[in-house]
C-alpha cells in the first residue's frame, strides 16, 4: 500500500527574485514553468543529438531490469560512442546490445578526469552547449556542475538523496518522480543514501512494512519543465518516455561545508561525516556492555540526539 500522496506545485513564470525570496527557503520541491531554457526542448532530437553530440565515448549504465538497484548493483558498466548511445537509448527492442535486445541504458556525465572533475555539459559537449540556458537562479560562484542524462523508455533510478540543491530541466521526453521529505528517511530503509525498496509503487509490505508511512511528492516533468529538489530530499525517477535532461547542482552551503574531494555532489559534508564516524566509536563502546545496560544507554543516547539536534522548524 502507497502511502500519501501531496502534488509537487507548479508555478509558471517565477523570476529569479521571486524564487529567491519566497520559495526558496520554504526548502520544499517546487516545479517552474515557463522559464526560457534556450532552443534546446525543440533542437535536441534523436538525429540532432547524434550529430551534434559526436562520437565522443561516455561510460553508461547497461541493465536487462527497468528498475536499476544501485546497492545490488543489477547493471553493467560500458562504454558507447555519444551517437550510439542516443540512438540505442531511443529504441525499446535492440539490433545491436550487450545484455539482451530489451536492455535499458542510463547516461550520467562525468568530468574528463572523474576522479578530480565534475561534470559540466558545458566543457564536455561545448557544441550543445549553445542550445541550453541555464535558470539565474544562484550566485555563479556557487555553482557545483551541469550533469547530462539519457535515459530509455521504462528505465526507472533508485531512491536517493544529493547533498547538494538541483534543478532537473526536462528538455525532452517525460519523467514521473517521486521525492520523499527528509524528515521520512525513517521510512525509507536506507543504505547509505540510497533506498532498498525498489518497487515503490507496489513495495514489498512485509519486508518493508514502514514504507507506506513515507509521504510521497508526485509531478511528472514533460519538455521544458525544471523542478527544484531541494537537498536532502530523496527521490525517484520513472523514464515514461525516451528523455533527456540537464541537471544543475549549486552549492547550499558555504564551500567549506563540502567534500573537497566531492566530484558528484553526492559526499556528505564533512561535519556530518566525522559526526556519523563519531557515532559508529561510540556504538563500538556500548558493545562492551551487557544487553540490558547496552539497550538502556542506546535509548537515552537517541534521546539526547533527539532533544540536542533534532528540528522543530520543518515539517
Known amino acids: 500500500m502507497a502511502g500519501e500522496r501531496v502534488p509537487v506545485p507548479r508555478l509558471e513564470g517565477v523570476s529569479a527574485e521571486h524564487f529567491m525570496q519566497h520559495l526558496y527557503p520554504q526548502r520544499k520541491p ?3 514553468k515557463g522559464l526560457d531554457l534556450g532552443p534546446c526542448t525543440s533542437r535536441w532530437t534523436v538525429d540532432y543529438l547524434s550529430r551534434v553530440g559526436g562520437e565522443r565515448e561516455v561510460k553508461i549504465h547497461v541493465s536487462a531490469f527497468a528498475q536499476m538497484d544501485f546497492i545490488s548493483k543489477n547493471f553493467v558498466y560500458r562504454t558507447l560512442p555519444f551517437n550510439k548511445l542516443v ?7 535492440h539490433e545491436e546490445f550487450f545484455i539482451s535486445e530489451d536492455e535499458k541504458y542510463y547516461l550520467r556525465s562525468l568530468g574528463e578526469d572523474p576522479r578530480k572533475d565534475v561534470a559540466d555539459i558545458r566543457k564536455q559537449f561545448p557544441l550543445l552547449e549553445r542550445d541550453i540556458k541555464f535558470p539565474e537562479f544562484f550566485k555563479e560562484e556557487q555553482f557545483f556542475s551541469s550533469v547530462f542524462r539519457i535515459s530509455s523508455p ?8 544529493d547533498v547538494m540543491d538541483n534543478f532537473l530541466i526536462q ?3 517525460k519523467k514521473r518522480i517521486i521525492l ?3 524528515r521520512d528517511a525513517q521510512f525509507l530503509y536506507l543504505t547509505g543514501s540510497k533506498s532498498e525498496v525498489l518497487n515503490i509503487d507496489n513495495p514489498d509490505v512485509a ?13 511528472v516533468l514533460e519538455a521544458g519543465d525544471v523542478l ?88
Not at 540512438?87 to 527492442?93: M, T
Not at 519486508?207 to 509531478?219: D, G, I, Q, V, W
Open 30 to 32: 517546487l516545479v517552474l
Open 87 to 93: 540512438q540505442r537509448a531511443a529504441e525499446e527492442k
Open 154 to 161: 521504462g528505465l526507472q533510478l533508485w531512491t536517493h538523496y
Open 171 to 173: 528538455v525532452t521526453g
Open 180 to 182: 520523499f521529505s527528509p
Open 207 to 219: 519486508k518493508y512494512p514502514l514504507f507506506s508511512k513515507a509521504r510521497r511528492h508526485e509531478c
Open 228 to 315: 527544484f529538489i531541494p537537498a536532502l530530499w530523496f527521490h525517484n525517477v520513472i523514464s515514461e518516455e525516451f528523455g533527456v535532461g540537464v541537471n544543475i547542482f549549486w552549492k547550499h552551503l558555504p564551500s567549506e561545508c563540502y567534500d573537497k574531494t566531492d566530484t558528484y555532489g553526492n559526499k556528505d559534508p564533512t561535519a556530518a561525516s566525522r559526526a556519523v564516524q563519531i557515532l559508529d566509536r561510540a556504538l563500538k563502546t556500548l558493545a562492551e556492555l551487557p544487553e540490558e545496560y547496552r539497550d538502556f544507554y542506546a535509548r537515552r543516547m537517541v534521546l539526547h540526539i533527539q532533544d540536542r539536534a533534532y528540528s522543530k522548524n520543518f515539517e
